[in-house]
């Protein structure tokens, strides 16, 4: 098979290159930078520099059709939340390209938290307390009736953007306004409120068909890139049965076909998971999910091919693996020493050390180095442009 994989420039568009290339498929990248990791890669065949996707989706859409007819690519991969433009465009697209991800409707509605707050509460699921104002009217007095802190939430957003924890009911009321104005959401679109809760972070990553899951791996977030939220860069497989359970359950409301990632915070008295959000797409991690024997894109290739997925694609291993995102490692560490921790670089060389060698490095190999170089150029020159901010925000991701 020819396949084309968007959003190259990240470590999880990455793991889906190396993964389906080793599966015998030639591989090829598209993304709107020309310094995306993937392109780099030896398992990559070719590159394509499209329009970015959040500010410019039909010209996005219109370039990965064209690519699609000069490459002759029989399947399209959406890493991210980019497969929502490729599906309201797909008229543009070669009729027999296959787009290896939900229609449009589901997309809307697993990438909208105010949507699946309401799922979640319908289908008797754990999940904070949430608020969805119609105007500031509204927020006054929601704040008024909600615990301290509160988390301050757009209805779009990922890997901890477009969320804020504020403590007090001025600061939030402030936040929040601020918020509106510097994203231009619209009345109808407003941010969330939510209860903060705590509890130990976990995600549950899956494939599903029809609503029937067909493979799920959990995992737990051992560090993340900021403080207790986030992008996680140390992570490991753990078992959570229940937190399967409450997966299988949101797939069959969504009816869900495709890849997808659940974050839930796992209750250390109960053992509940409390759902987080959804995210309709690959994940952060997903490299870890594959060396432990979980090839999720090769899977995903193999349903939408031929309808099913050969058993030894989804292969667990007897010997878990933890994985590291290398880069992201560093720039916890960085925010770290620059809020006084100067032994944080000690601390995270223990986490890893503590798994015994049996760790993967979702950016790096020694096979295959200048994707590593590339991806740090790239984030390199994002920390500079956005004034120095770890976690720089492009505001059109936030919003519809």
């Known amino acids: 098979m020819r396949i084309l994989v968007t959003y190259g420039w990240c470590r999880t568009a990455y793991a889906v290159v190396r993964s389906l290339s080793l599966a015998g498929h030639k591989v090829f990248v598209c993304d709107c930078s020309r310094l995306a990791m993937s392109r780099f890669s030896r398992y990559a065949q070719g590159f394509d520099l499209t329009p970015d996707p959040f500010s410019r989706p ?3 859409a219109r370039a990965v059709a064209e690519i699609a007819k000069r490459r002759e690519i029989d399947i399209v991969v959406p890493v991210h939340e980019d497969a929502l433009p490729l599906q309201v465009h797909r008229n543009l697209l070669p009729a027999q ?4 991800a939900p229609p449009a409707e589901p997309l809307r509605h697993a990438l909208d938290k105010g949507f699946m707050a309401d799922l979640v509460e319908a289908n008797g699921l754990r999940a904070p307390r949430t608020c969805q104002p119609r105007n500031l009217e509204e927020l006054d007095e929601m704040l008024a009736s909600m615990p301290l802190p509160v988390v301050i939430k757009t209805r779009r957003g990922n890997s901890g953007k477009g969320v804020i924890i504020a403590h007090t009911r001025d600061e939030a009321r402030k936040a ?6 510097r994203v231009s959401l619209p009345q109808d679109r407003l941010p969330l409120l939510q209860e903060f809760v705590t509890g130990r972070p976990c995600g549950a990553c899956f494939l599903a068909h029809e609503g029937k899951l067909i493979a799920c791996f959990t995992e737990e977030y051992i560090r993340c890139k900021q403080r207790g939220f986030g992008t996680s860069v140390i992570r490991a497989p753990v078992i959570l ?5 409450a997966t299988e359950k949101l797939v069959g ?3 869900w076909t495709g890849i997808g990632h659940v974050d839930y915070l796992v209750d250390p008295s109960s053992n509940e998971p409390i759902f987080l959000e959804v995210n309709p797409r690959f994940w952060g991690a997903l490299y870890m999910a594959i060396a432990n024997g979980y090839d999720f894109p090769r899977a995903l290739v193999e349903l939408v091919t031929v309808g099913n997925v050969e ?3 989804i292969q667990p291993r007897p ?10 490692l560093g720039m916890s560490v960085m925010g770290d020493m620059a809020r006084g921790a100067l032994l ?5 060389l223990k986490e890893i050390l503590s798994y015994h060698g049996l760790v993967v490095y979702d950016d790096f190999a020694l096979r295959d180095p200048l994707p590593f170089l590339a991806q740090t150029l790239h984030y390199g020159l994002g920390f500079f442009r956005s004034g120095f901010s770890l976690n720089p925000v492009n505001p059109n991701m936030l919003r519809d």
């Open 58 to 60: 039909a010209e996005f």
């Open 97 to 100: 390209t296959i787009v290896a």
């Open 176 to 181: 929040y306004v601020a918020l509106v104005q």
């Open 241 to 245: 049965p229940r937190a399967v359970q």
């Open 253 to 255: 409301a969504l009816e």
């Open 311 to 313: 058993r030894s694609t």
């Open 319 to 328: 010997e878990p693996v933890a994985g590291v995102w290398l880069l992201g």
């Open 344 to 348: 944080a670089p000690v601390r995270a």
